[in-house]
């Protein structure tokens, strides 16, 4: 499979009173056609930041120093805010966890699904209208013809979480970033909406990078994974290895810290203490002050990301004795 997106030692700093704070540090990582990537983390571990640095919507005191985004190899960090406007809701779409932050409460939910593909394609008034009442129904909305009249405080969250996706896929995107999708939804609405991105995925043949700090959301929808931590990517490999046999010990914890059906009994251990904030980095490994297993060497220097074996990659002194990546 061939790669849609490439990120290559992508940082991204913030500017603040005491100078630049590096929120996202050398990230690398891709996306193949038809793949769902899952980046994952808790908050503040620099996923959310990634994306938007990704769409160049990094708001003012933000800014992406080094490295590179390539989009069908075309680097995306050189883009105009002007070409970047044709490649976002065309070429890459993307969602976000709380829909009313992006549905404009005063336009009715046809006026807004109009717009996007107005601004992308030419075609006008019935067309448009058309257009949009598929859009719906292909997102499971009942009554389409109804709902296009309908201002959003009218729907239920699930209702304008799939409103968004409607947006989001107006134009047929190659590449969807569903940043925490589902994480103000209810169980039953976060299935629900889970088994439609999937459906979508398939009929559009779309790749998703998924942002998500729910292993259980991975589970479900992942093919493979980005664990990140305090900026850094500290682990990626496929899904089904990362939830067997997880190597980096925030990874372990992570999981440890997931309700699992199947073990259903076990107490759920949750990782002692919070992610740093950039001021507050370690010399050496970033999680040393959470880490069961912390050494030595992890307090005064940096581990590589080294390769465990294939398609695994890890960042911790345990696994030394392979080979350095990055
Ligand atoms: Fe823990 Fe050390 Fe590995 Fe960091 S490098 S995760 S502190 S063992
Ligand atoms: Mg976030």
Redesign the pocket.
Known sequence: MSNILEVNGLTTQFETKNGPLTVVDDVHFSLKKGEVLGIVGESGCGKSVTSLSILQLLDKHGKVSSGEVLYKNTNLVSKTEKEMRKIRGKEISMIFQDPMTSLNPVLTIGTQIGEVIEKHEKIKGTQVKQKVVELLNLVGIPRANEIFHEYPHRLSGGMKQRVMIAMAIACKPTMLIADEPTTALDVTIQAQILDLLRSLKEDLEMSILLITHDLGVVAEMCDRVVVMYAGQVVETTDTRTLLRNPR???TVGLIQSTPHQSKGERRLKSIVGQVPTPDEYSPG?R??DR?P???DI?RSTV?PLLEIEGQTACR???YERKEEVI
């Open positions: 980096h010990p925030y490994c999680f040393v880490c297993q912390a050494m992890c581990p911790c002194w345990l």
